[in-house]
């Protein structure tokens, strides 16, 4: 009989078994597994993700529901003592160092952003999951209120992760900000939390341009003032000098724009250290910030980010990785062009939010206009 790849085995072949398998040696703890490994672990909450799986024991029953199709995913028998073991135990920066490697595996694929200037373009923001401290006491972030916070830079080339970090909740965002590395001459746009002119004043150093909005009890004076184009939505375009104790810590000049929204009617007041670009361009880079905040939704809504299947600090953030390597492997079967119907059928199915997640067998339906009999077992296991 003829053998038929399923979904799930097209989705795992993405991921290299070689490369794998050595970040799993170099990522080990304790003695060596037997029955349980790091791929069954990653194959089983990888499924967990992708089908909307509440808790171990719903994992582990579907997976074993399908038993027969495991091996040819290279997976043996899955028990919710084992996978609750691996993922409380066995270190979470496998998945972090997979998350790199599936990154430098997008990024050549990855479509460009849709503005003229060719400088590389980023957006930086972090978001918060509550969390309930009685369950998570390892998760500082109020007196009675735990949370994590996922810090993320997104590359407007394909809208993927540049660089990501997980943190307690009470970490600064600035905090982050200032381990993040990018090349001279990107493009780095963020909001107001991130208002920090010592460090504006390095990554002006670095040849890194900053696009944020300027607070309003900011203290400059004016050096230069240029015509604007009023029809634009623009009111303003100064070149500024920070005049308050902590502006001193930038030392050059910075540029202040002011824009109304058409659509809002909202006036505002970028911040920039990019002399060369237009008012209007700056005005919508900073638009196109809105971007990181999608991003954000998108996942909280598509991915298994908010509720967790273990409480250990290492099983939520393994939980995570996962989550984000889930993302861009499905952000790289969207930028190659070579994709099955099925596979494309699934892609438009999770983007539209439309999975019926109480089934796996409807979750990875074929495509309506495919030979039936084609398609006849596949599913995704």
């Known amino acids: 009989m003829a053998h038929n790849n399923t979904v799930l085995s097209q989705l795992l072949s993405l991921v290299s078994r070689h490369e794998f398998e050595t970040l799993a040696k170099q990522h080990h703890k304790g003695q060596a ?52 073991r691996v993922n409380e135990q066995q270190p979470y920066t496998l998945y972090e160092a997979l998350f790199g490697k599936l990154l430098s595996k997008c990024q050549p694929h990855s479509p460009k952003h849709k503005f003229q200037f060719k400088n590389p373009l980023f957006s930086m923001d972090a978001s ?88 309003k009890s900011s203290k400059y004076r004016v ?15 100064q070149e500024i000098k920070l005049t308050s104790k902590k502006g001193a810590q930038y030392e050059g000049q910075l540029r202040r724009i002011g824009y109304i929204c058409p659509e809002t009617g909202n006036h505002y007041f970028f911040l920039t250290n990019n002399m060369k670009l237009s008012a209007k361009t700056i005005a919508s880079i900073y638009k196109e910030r809105w971007q990181i905040e999608l991003f954000f939704k998108w996942i909280k809504q598509n991915l298994k980010i908010k509720s967790f299947v273990g409480t250990s600090k290492n099983a939520v953030l393994t939980q995570i990785w996962i989550a984000m390597c889930t993302y861009l492997l499905m952000a790289y079967i969207k930028f190659t062009s070579r994709i099955t119907k099925a596979v494309s059928e699934m892609i438009r199915l999770l983007q539209l939010n439309l999975f019926d997640r109480r089934n796996l067998y409807d979750l990875f339906s074929p495509p309506i206009d495919d030979d039936p009999n084609k398609y006849r077992q596949l599913s995704i296991l």
């Open 33 to 84: 597994l037997r029955k349980m490994t790091r791929w069954g672990q990653f194959v089983s909450m990888f499924v967990g993700q992708v089908s909307g799986r509440k808790s171990l024991r719903d994992i582990v029953s579907n997976l074993d529901a399908q038993k027969q199709k495991l091996y040819h995913s290279g997976v043996g028998k899955v028990s919710k003592s084992s996978l609750a």
């Open 128 to 215: 918060t999951i509550e969390l309930s401290l009685s369950l998570f006491p390892w998760a500082k972030f109020r007196q009675k209120k735990g949370a994590v916070k996922i810090h993320v830079g997104l590359n407007h080339n394909g809208l993927i992760p540049a660089f990501m970090s997980v943190t307690e909740g009470n970490c600064h965002d600035i905090t982050e900000a200032r381990k993040v590395d990018l090349p001279a001459g990107s493009i780095l746009a963020v909001d107001r939390g991130y208002n920090d002119y010592e460090w504006f004043n390095s990554m002006n150093n670095k040849g890194i341009f900053i696009v944020t909005r300027l607070k």
């Open 223 to 237: 050096i230069e003032r240029r015509t604007v184009n009023k029809s634009l939505g623009l009111t303003s375009d």
